[in-house]
């Protein structure tokens, strides 16, 4: 405790790591007021049944993401999942458009035209999602438009708001990473995330020990115990590094001596980080958007699994897709050739491995190796709220023992808790652990 408390009189010291973190929460408390700033002529007493909709399935978790902005019926409704799909968008692009891939090889003019052309993209999601959950909200909670308002007049502005209330949010995360400390659009994510813990928490303690079913102490105990155990693993799972050896070759240049030392390459066994999970259910909520204009009972079997987080439909194409992604996002953030040729570049070889293309060989047959596990065990997690449910977990409880929640707060806390540890450091202050330094999704461990 001691420790903790001089830790904390150490980062408010820093000048810069306070504004950081100061910025930080600003920015975090204005997201959180604007999901409960309900559109114009929404009555919320009247939003009964869109929070009943909102309550289980597949909603629930599209709800969980926006932090309760969904079924208030707030401006920031739509939230962040948007942009995450134009993303993924841009990214199929990049590798299968040459025109996109030789905007990517331009460096910093390159990325900022792609960043330009996914807002672009963004805009067009969202003026697509926008009227389709006005839709959804009329077949739901058609009685709270107020009186005197047609709906046809209401979702034009009402479209608008939307749409910017989502462009906002992209704005705050951008700052965020610029500003304050972390991934802004990460951060904001784990934010609406957390947001709903307290309630699925209360919930579930609750039910345990109401229920006729529900277990008492013993059944909480063992729900406590499995979930430490879940968020150890996926801690192991972000800070796993597999090293790989590199020799340099000694170089005389006049009287100096350089090179001839060993060093590592540091392939993290998680190397995408959390995206792939955030690929994967940014598509399967497109079969929830198109449900949304027609009544879900007249949807075909199919398309009703994919409606239902807990079935084996949804739940097996669910871990195909994160999966795929995995190995996808891999390729596109890790070069082998690349990396060859700057080792070879600077005299630098893999003991045993021939220089060049047998090197990027090697690279990429390693990371293929280390990527399955890997991806396997993130598709186990990203499915563990449906085993939980098995055991009478509450929905709203469930979504924390793994899936796309819990890899999220356990990545961006990693990767924010290393920000702020390297800014002490770097001020010859203690670190956060005194056990060793924490590593997070963009750090490299050494």
């Given amino acids: 405790m001691k420790k ?20 930080t929460v600003l920015f975090v408390a204005i997201y959180r007021f604007g999901s409960f700033v309900v559109l114009p002529g929404i009555n919320p007493v009247m939003l009964d049944k869109l929070q009943q909709q909102t309550a289980g399935g597949l909603l629930a978790l599209l709800d969980m993401f926006s932090g309760g902005a969904f079924s208030n019926a707030s401006i920031f409704a739509l939230g962040i999942m948007p942009y995450i799909s134009a ?57 709270a438009l107020a009186s005197g308002i047609s709906w046809p007049v209401f979702m034009i502005p009402a479209t608008v708001i939307l749409a910017a209330g989502s462009m906002f949010i992209l704005w705050l995360g951008e700052r965020i990473t610029d500003k304050g400390i972390g991934n802004g659009i990460s951060m904001i994510i784990m934010i609406g995330i957390i947001a709903r813990l307290p309630q699925a928490f209360i919930q579930e303690v609750s039910s345990r020990f109401t229920a006729i079913t529900g277990g008492g102490l ?21 800070q796993g590094v597999r090293k790989i050896p590199v020799q340099y070759a000694k170089r005389v240049v006049g009287n ?39 009544a879900p009972e007249n949807a075909s079997w199919f398309v009703r699994s994919m409606l239902d987080h807990h079935s084996w439909t949804y739940n097996i194409i669910f871990a195909l897709l994160i999966i795929a992604f995995t190995y ?10 690349q990396m060859a040729e700057d080792m070879k570049r600077n005299n630098g070889f893999i003991p045993g491995v021939k220089p060049g293309k047998d090197t990027a060989d090697f690279i990429d047959t390693v990371m293929s190796r280390i990527t399955l596990p890997g991806s396997l ?24 023992f793994g899936g796309t929640s819990l890899l999220i707060l356990v990545g961006v806390v990693l990767d924010t808790l290393a920000q702020i540890e390297s800014h002490l450091l770097m001020r010859h202050y203690d670190g956060l652990l005194s ?3 924490i590593h997070g999704r963009g750090m490299a461990a050494y």
């Fill in 218 to 238: 013993v059944m909480f105990l063992v729900e406590i115990i499995i979930l430490y155990a879940v968020v150890c693993a996926s801690i192991i799972l972000v």
């Fill in 377 to 400: 065990f993130i598709a186990f997690i990203a499915i563990m709220p449906a085993l939980a449910s098995l055991l009478n977990v509450q929905d709203a409880f469930s979504q924390f």
């Fill in 435 to 437: 056990s060793g330094r």
């Fill in 328 to 337: 996808f996002y891999t390729a596109i953030t890790l070069n082998p050739t």
């Fill in 4 to 23: 903790f408390i001089e830790t904390l009189k150490n980062i408010w010291k820093i000048e810069d790591l306070r504004q950081r973190l100061l910025i």
């Fill in 87 to 143: 993303s993924i968008v841009m990214q199929l692009l990049a590798v299968a458009v040459p025109y996109f891939q030789k905007m990517q090889r331009e460096g910093e003019s390159g990325r900022k035209k792609i960043s330009m052309y996914t807002r672009y993209l963004t805009v067009a999601i969202l003026l697509f999602q926008a009227p389709s959950y006005l839709i959804n909200l009329k077949m739901q909670s058609g009685a």
């Fill in 256 to 294: 100096k001596t350089y090179g001839g030392a060993r060093q590592y390459i540091p392939l993290k066994l998680f190397a995408a980080n959390v995206m792939p999970i955030i690929f994967a259910q940014a598509l399967m909520f497109i079969p929830l958007t198109i449900v949304q204009f027609s």
